[in-house]
T-cell receptor, first 115, second 111 residues
């Protein structure tokens, strides 16, 4: 079954404690991205990756890091989480950003609370 | 970043009524997508549009890619309780590598 898997689904952490949210896709997609969803703001892109070792900033990259060492995995790293990073995070993958049939498939989300 | 204005923000309708929502952008888009998000889940693609003027249906859902390439709308006919959720538009500009999302329309269907 084609899917995007995020872990964990829920996480409560304290300010400053480094954390990683994992994302894995089994569709051999080249393009992967991370979004955060906040009430009234919709989905905002944090980082995206066009392929292995190719990453770029989205609209709200501050406070986040990513890496793309393998095609299937795209972890999101918060080196020093702060309360304003409390949000619902989604990982997405697609064949690419170009042309037809490049719509994104989303994971189930990670609800992060930073206290 | 790119701003997508989606309206209305929320809708409360009776079961059986038709629903219409739209999305506008300040830039020209070459792809419009419509997603639905159920509580506790990630967005799921409903309809994808790739050409200006394109009108596409998926069951009771119909979406159109505006002629100006700066807007799109989604219609749901004869709504049912399982249509409840948040609907998002998303689009990609001609030159960009990113998809931008609207702020969502929350739909409540009253049986």
């Amino acid at each position: 079954e084609a899917q995007v898997t995020q872990n964990p689904r829920y996480l409560i952490t304290v300010t400053g404690k480094k954390l990683t949210v994992t994302c894995s896709q089994n569709m051999n997609h080249e393009y992967m991205s991370w979004y955060r969803q906040d009430p009234g703001l919709g989905l905002r892109q944090i980082y995206y990756s066009m392929n292995v070792e190719v990453t770029d900033k989205g609209d709200v990259p501050e406070g986040y890091k990513v890496s793309r060492k393998e095609k299937r995995n795209f972890p999101l790293i918060l080196e020093s989480p702060s309360p304003n990073q409390t949000s619902l995070y989604f990982c997405a993958s697609s064949r690419g950003p170009w042309g037809m049939n490049t719509e994104a498939f989303f994971g189930q989300g990670t609800r992060l609370t930073v206290v | 970043g790119q701003q997508l204005n989606q309206s209305p923000q929320s809708m409360f309708i009776q079961e059986g009524e038709d629903v219409s929502m739209n999305c506008t952008s300040s830039s020209i888009f070459n792809t419009w997508l419509w997603y639905k998000q159920d509580p506790g889940e990630g967005p799921v693609l409903l309809i994808a549009l790739y050409k200006a003027g394109e009108l596409t249906s998926n069951g009771r859902l119909t979406a159109q890619f505006g002629i100006t390439r700066k807007d799109s709308f989604l219609n749901i006919s004869a709504s049912i309780p399982s249509d409840v959720g948040i609907y998002f538009c998303a689009g990609r500009t001609i030159t960009g590598n990113q998809f931008y999302f609207g702020t969502g329309t929350s739909l409540t269907v009253i049986p």
